[in-house]
Nanobody, 125 residues
Framework: QVQLVESGGGLVQAGGSLRVSCAASGLTFSNYAMAWFRQAPGNERERVAA????????HYAGSVKGRFAISRDNAKNMVYLQMNSLKPEDTAVYYC??????????????????WGQGTQVTVSS
């Protein structure tokens, strides 16, 4: 049974930093590209970052480029999202997602095979 479990969300002031983590189990982690999505109330879910299975290629949404960094540790079956210079508009539920693909996956959430339950990130002004 595949599980993706996010952790590390919380409340932070604008300008602060937070790192969210995703622990994967039940799959051969190194076969999967990973991504972080977020969904704010009333908004569609959007992809904010993605990383290939090896970690050699990453991609960021324009709204977070230069502030967020995605990384992975295949030995620990973990993927991380380091979020710096947080803004109130970053407030959302953050989800990790996995797709079995050899290259960078696209932003369409329908392409992803597995999802976590999400972790809330709230940025106060």
């Amino acid at each position: 049974q595949v599980q993706l479990v996010e952790s590390g969300g919380g409340l932070v002031q604008a300008g602060g930093s937070l790192r969210v983590s995703c622990a994967a189990s039940g799959l051969t982690f190194s076969n999967y590209a990973m991504a972080w999505f977020r969904q704010a109330p009333g908004n569609e879910r959007e992809r904010v970052a993605a990383i290939t299975w090896s970690g050699s290629i990453t991609h960021y949404a324009g709204s977070v480029k230069g502030r967020f960094a995605i990384s992975r540790d295949n030995a620990k079956n973990m993927v991380y999202l380091q979020m710096n210079s947080l803004k109130p508009e970053d407030t959302a539920v953050y989800y990790c997602a996995a797709r079995r693909i050899a290259f960078l996956p696209g932003p369409d959430e329908r392409e992803y095979d597995y999802w976590g339950q999400g972790t809330q990130v709230t940025v106060s002004s």
